[in-house]
């Protein structure tokens, strides 16, 4: 596999569209940082690292709206691509919808979201978007 982060976010994409509640996908600290910030922002309901052989897995509950049976995550895309990297420093800052959504950064002092990296004044590599 030469991108395992644009495998993560397919995998909760195509749960999304099959209105599953729960994924797993294979484990790297990388995809474990990324899914404890969509934790934080509330884009999914819970988590779980499962230690299991060399690699171990983490199961994602999604989270659901009843009412509308909507996902809290309306799309997730990748931006910067092994063939392509994508670097930003904190002065342009990508701003996903205006604020409302996330840019999630891979940066010297770790994966953090676009508004942790613009306060602490430091750049990085945009992984992912998520609104």
Request: with cysteine.
């Amino acid at each position: 596999m030469t991108d395992p982060i644009a495998d993560y976010l397919t995998r909760l994409r195509n749960a999304i569209m099959a209105h599953h509640r729960v994924v797993e996908i294979p484990a790297s600290n990388m995809k474990k940082e990324i899914t404890k910030i969509l934790f934080e922002k509330g884009y999914i309901l819970n988590y779980k690292f499962i230690e299991d052989g060399p690699q171990g897995t983490i199961k994602v509950a999604l989270k659901w709206d009843p009412a509308t049976m909507q996902n809290a995550i309306r799309r997730l895309k990748r931006i910067s691509t092994p063939g392509l990297r994508k670097y930003t420093g904190y002065k342009n800052m990508p701003r996903v919808i205006n604020g409302l959504g996330i840019a999630i950064l891979s940066t010297s002092q770790g994966v953090m979201t676009d508004k942790e990296a613009s306060a602490l004044k430091i750049g990085g590599e945009v992984l992912c978007y998520v609104y």
